[in-house]
């Protein structure tokens, strides 16, 4: 980064550590290709006329935390629960209860 953009963001790129967002990588193991692999961020085969894939909009990336949340907002996430150990941060899992008339009914 400093070679390409300059070293008057080293101050920024320290601020960033500083407050988390920036991690020193300590062990010798990266798990970035496994992540990239299992979320499908890098699609090569964007289809530019007919885009059906937010990878079209950011030049055949998609963002992490897009990913997450497409992921996370369908039925059978847990598929990806490794690769969330991965990621840095604690992640947890949090229910919340249906209020009584929102429940569906069931078809006897």
């Known amino acids: 980064i400093l070679k390409t953009y300059g070293y008057e963001h080293i101050l920024t790129l320290n601020n960033l550590e500083k407050i988390g967002l920036l991690k ?3 062990s010798s193991r990266n798990n970035y290709p496994t992540i990239r692999k299992t979320l ?3 699609m090569e085969d964007a289809n530019e006329q007919n885009p059906n ?3 079209y909009v950011y030049s055949g990336y998609a ?3 897009i990913r ?3 992921l996370l907002a369908r039925p059978g996430w847990r598929s990806i629960e490794e690769v969330l150990k ?3 941060g604690p992640h ?4 919340q209860q249906l ?3 929102l429940h569906k009914k069931r078809k006897e």
């Open 63 to 65: 963002p992490l935390s």
């Open 99 to 101: 209020p009584g008339g």
């Open 86 to 88: 991965m990621l840095p």
């Open 24 to 26: 020193l990588q300590t």
């Open 68 to 70: 997450l949340t497409q």
């Open 40 to 42: 499908k961020l890098w």
């Open 92 to 95: 947890f899992e949090e229910r």
């Open 53 to 55: 894939d937010i990878s």
